[in-house]
Structures are given as C-alpha cells and as structure tokens.
C-alpha cells in the first residue's frame, strides 16, 4: 500500500482501464484505488468522472453513498467492533466504550463502528484490520488496541 | 492420520489457527485438512479425527490440549477430555437435517474433486440433462421458499425470468448478510462454496443465463478469499467457462464487493450498486425478474436458497418437500446466537417452536441467568418474550404470532437486557442506514429516537407514546422498502412486552391498548 497522499491523473486513468469492460465499473474503479493506496483522493474523482464519461456528481454521490470509502489516508490498523445486537447481548457497549478510550490515546490505531461482522455465534466481535476477533471483552479490546499502537510506533 | 480443523472465521475468531499451528507442529506426519465449520460454535475449535470411516470430535480445543489428545489418539483412546463422539450422530441427534449446509465443515471448501466425492455436481448434471422448463418445475416442486427473508417462491421468480423474453439475462447472488444475528451465508461460503456456485448455474440452466455475480459484503474478506479459489478450480474443471461440463452451454461468475452499506442487501438496492451506483431503491414493478441487472430479466436470490437448488435437483424437489410444514417446505438454517449456552446453526425442519430451539438445543443463555428477550429476524424482526416461545418457526406460524423469520437469526438476551435501549437502537440502525428516499425512514428514524428519549425519561408519557405511534405507523406504511417499513416492528414489540423498561408509566398504556 502506497502513502502518498497525492495519486497521480494517469494512474487513475490507468486503474480506470483496466476495469472499463466490466458492466457497472464505478464503484469498482473506487474500491480499486482504495485497495491500492488506502483511501480515494478527492482530485481523484473528476479524473473518473472524464475517464467514464459521467458527471463529476454522479461519481461524487458513488463515493459518499458508501461507508467504507475514505478520502483520507488511513490510519496504520483499523479496528471495527461490532456495535449490533448479538453482540450487544454479550456486552459489546462495553467493548465499544473501552475501545473508544483506547483509541484516543493511541493514534496509529482507528476503532470505528461496525453492524455484524456473521462472527454472532462468538460474540462481542471485532475486525483488527482484516481479521475477526471473537468473545471480547473490554479489557482484551483495549490489549490489542494498544499492542497494535506500540508495534506501530 | 486425517485430522479435520475449521478455517472458518468465526472458529478461526477465537483460536483454531492457533490449534492447527499446534497439531502440525506436533502431529508433523498427519494430514491436516482445513475446512469450514460444522456450525457447532460453543465446540469451536473443533477438531475432528477420521477413524473407521467416522469422523470423531473434540472440542473445544486449546493449543495447550493438543498434546493431551495426539497422546490419547496414538493410544487407540478415544474419549476423555473435550470428545464428542462422531459429529454426524451429533448432530442428528439434535434434529437436524443437513440438506443445505451438509458439507460444510466436512469437505476442503473449493475443492471441485472433493466436493464430486462428497455428491457435488449430481444435480447440475441433472439439470443439464433436463430442459429449462424442467428443472424451473423441479424447483417449484420443491415449495423452495428464498431464505434471504421474504421467502417469496423461488419457481415463480425464475418462472417470470424464464418466460422473459429478452437478453442478456442475469443471475445474482445476494450475499450482503447485513442482517445482525445471521451468519448461515458466510457459513456457507467459507465451507461449502460450489454448493453455491452449482446452485447459480443450475439457475442459469433453468433460465438462460450465461453471467452470474456474487455480491458480497465487504466485512467478509475469508469468504472472498474461499469463494476466488473455488471459482478458479470450477473454472480450471471445466465446470465454469465455455463449455460447462461439455454441455456446450456457457457460465461463469464475477464477485463484487460492497462498500459497507445494509440497504444494498435489498435486492433493488443490491442491483444499483452492483451497477456501480449509490444503492437507492427502485420503484417497484418492474420486478427484477423482469428488468433487473441494467434492466434486463434478473434472477436474485440469497446464498442459502442458491446453496439449496443442487439438492432439489437431485430428486425432483421430492426429499425437500417432504421437510416441514404447511407452505414452509425444507429446512430453516436457523442461526442461535447472543446470550445463548450453545451458539450456532441449526438447520431444522421448518415449525420447530422457539423455545424449543432457544432452551432445549441451545441450552438457555450464556450467562446462566433467566433469558428475557430474543429477537428473530434481524435488525427489523420483533423482539419476543418468554411468553412466546410456544411460536413456531415456520413462515406463517411465525407471522400469526407477529414476528418475522427473516433470514433465521435468532439472538437470545438474558434479563440483564434493556429493550429502551434495544428499541433506541432500531431507530438509530435506521437512521444511519436509510438511503435517504422517504422522509418517514430519513427523519422519522430520528424523531424516533428523541421520542423514545423522552418517554424513557418520563417527559409527557402519555402524548409522546401516541406520537411514537404515530411515526411508527407512517413508517410501516408509505415507506418504500423493509428497512422504513419494519423497523417499527423491534420498536414496538419493546414497548409492548417490556413496557417497564421504558418508565412506568409505560406499562399502564400499554395494557389498555392491548385489552
Ligand atoms: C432492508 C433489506 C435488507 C435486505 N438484506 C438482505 C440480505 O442481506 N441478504 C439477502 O439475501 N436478502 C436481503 N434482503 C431481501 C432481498 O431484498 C431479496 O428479497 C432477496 O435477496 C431475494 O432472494 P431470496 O428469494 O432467495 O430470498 C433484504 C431486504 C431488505 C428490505
Ligand atoms: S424505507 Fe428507507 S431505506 Fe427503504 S427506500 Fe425508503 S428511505 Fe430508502
Ligand atoms: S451481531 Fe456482532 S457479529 Fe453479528
């Protein structure tokens, strides 16, 4: 994954054509520049726009109808806790809240919110970045948060 | 020695990694197969041993317990500490009937050549014998019913697709499985993914598709992985391509990926983002049979329904109608999970009671203390209480008693749960989730929050229940789709069964307009 916080025209235009055969390639176009650099850049949409012969709105409206899409650089790690209700039956308020502490102090790490993670069998549930976590509890939340956060720095 | 651990990512959510790592370190001339799970998540990890033709279990295991169990193995031992005995009888003995998920955790998930052995490819091969009209009659036969929650007739859709006279024409899988509580697709996918893949080219058989999509959820990167690999082997098989199991007929599947958003599971939605827009819901009619997939006649079906077809293929739909009850015909892959002793999918005849299912198979709650509430359905399904555990689950039983089935995700509560705040929730989830066509869905949800607030804290109970009734009978009625029109439904089976939680003046309301 690139950093860079800039993403130049002709590499958009390059990811662009790689995926215009497919029918319907917007929000595929979108999802593949997130995978390759972590976040869509906003300069970025126009570019699709042109590339897709569409209006900058249409493209635009793609991106902020979808909550996974960012237009920043992510974070190093990013913990998902699972905010519904089975988990919410085995405690996940509490795994919630203790997350959120652990992520103020420890920046490298961004805890956001998730609805069912299909981890419901074992719950609370988390995604540490792509890998799901079972039966958490505040205290292991807040372990791995800032586990993640010292490894990172 | 053949020993069997789950990859699946709930097992692999709480150690099975870690015990497969153990087993090879200290078991470095046994085969270790990984495959999906057989559901069984209170054992999880589960490991499974293959001895005289049966497959023996133990679980749950720790990485600390691997030592233990290789010694007592190599000594002819067979029980002790975590034994099940052979799985199969296990779960036989608890009622179920695996016609949907019987591989899963049973074969290596994606493997073409394992899956033949363990029956794959029988109903495809039927189907490709058959004509069109025959295996959509074959399905119809069957009373198959979609198990993404409408359980709206899948021989009638893929009739009306059928019948359409146009092309190109689609077949798509739904596998968002945003509902909370649900987990039987990803279950499927990770353990048993050509059950689905069979399932869409039997579809594209009965109706004359040759494209098929997947849309998956992007919290289900495992399943993404297993579904890639088991694409390439169909295809490096021949059973996906030009010429389908020298058929002559042509199929193949493309994944896509959602970004994160529940409203793309419903099927309008799912098309728009599938074709690469906001998911906004459409108007309906047109039907997506009719004009689906950038307007052309669409089949759209869950996982499990797919998952479903190959069976059904096999014997004419007889076996699957000759399961459950009424006009639920076949098995419900009831998920049990929250507060529950023994977590995980069950897949039952339709018509089994709840209580049956929530006390006698799971055990009760979790935690030891009174269970108090469930919810089936999902985020939109009614929360019950223990008074209502004589309701059966099947489609028309469970509606009569005025809950909803869903995509069968059942999560248990224990009287430590506070239905003010589980009904907040609703709100909120539909707040948050609305696509922002309606208004009673976009801003209602949110009123609906503040409302339930001030009843919570006692501000004017009375009027703020009547306007709280108000908005939930606007959602329920000009809302275009579930998520407006059923969200009322958690909202009030709260306020009605659990009055106190709310504030006490609740409770009084309630009983007259009930009586
Ligand atoms: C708000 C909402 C969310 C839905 N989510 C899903 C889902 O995640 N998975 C699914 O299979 N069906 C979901 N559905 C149902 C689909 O619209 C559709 O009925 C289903 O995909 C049809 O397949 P089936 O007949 O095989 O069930 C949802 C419906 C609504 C209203
Ligand atoms: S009810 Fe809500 S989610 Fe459904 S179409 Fe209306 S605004 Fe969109
Ligand atoms: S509700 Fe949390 S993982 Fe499903």
Known sequence: ?153 | MRLFVPADSTAVSIGADEVAAALAARAPDAEIVRTGSRGLYWLEPLVEVEHEGRRLGFGPLAPADVDGLLERLAAGQLDGPGAVGDVDQLLAGQGQQRITLGRCGVVAPGSVADYERHGGLAGLRNALAMTPQAVVDAVSNSGLRGRGGAGFPTGTKWQTVHDTDDSPKFIVCNADEGDSGTFADRMLMEGDPLALIEGMLIAGVAVGAEQGYIYLRSEYPDALRVLRAALADAREHGVLGDDVLGSGKRFDIEIRVGAGAYICGEETSLLESLEGNRGMIRYKPPLPAIKGFFEKPTVVNNVITLATVPGVLMDNGESHKALGTGKSLGTLTAQLCGNVARPGLYEIPFGMPLGTLINDLGGGSASGRPVRAVQVGGPLGAYFPVSKFDARLDYESFAEAGGMIGHGGVVVFDDTVDLYQQARFSMEFCAKESCGKCTPCRVGSTRGVEVIDRIHAGTDVESNIEVLDDLCETMASVSLCALGGLTPFPVRSALRYFPDDFHTAVREHVETAHE
């Open chain 1, 1 to 153: 994954m690139n950093n860079s916080s800039e993403i130049s025209p002709d590499t958009v235009r390059a990811i662009c054509a790689a995926h215009a055969h497919r029918r319907g390639p917007t929000l595929e176009i979108l999802h593949a520049l997130q995978r390759e650099f972590g976040f869509v850049p906003s300069s970025a949409l126009p570019v699709i726009a042109e590339e897709l012969n569409v209006t900058r709105a249409e493209v635009h409206g793609v991106f902020s109808f979808y909550h996974d899409l960012r237009d920043q650089p992510p974070p190093r790690h990013t913990v998902r806790v699972c905010r519904a209700e089975a988990c919410q039956s085995m405690g996940a308020r509490a795994v919630w809240d203790a997350a959120q502490r652990a992520a103020s102090t420890t920046p490298s790490v961004e805890v956001s919110e998730v609805f069912c993670l299909g981890n419901c069998a074992c719950s609370p549930a988390i995604q540490v970045d792509e890998r799901t976590r079972g039966r958490m509890d505040p205290g292991r939340v807040t372990g791995i948060i800032e586990q993640l956060d010292r490894e990172a720095s």
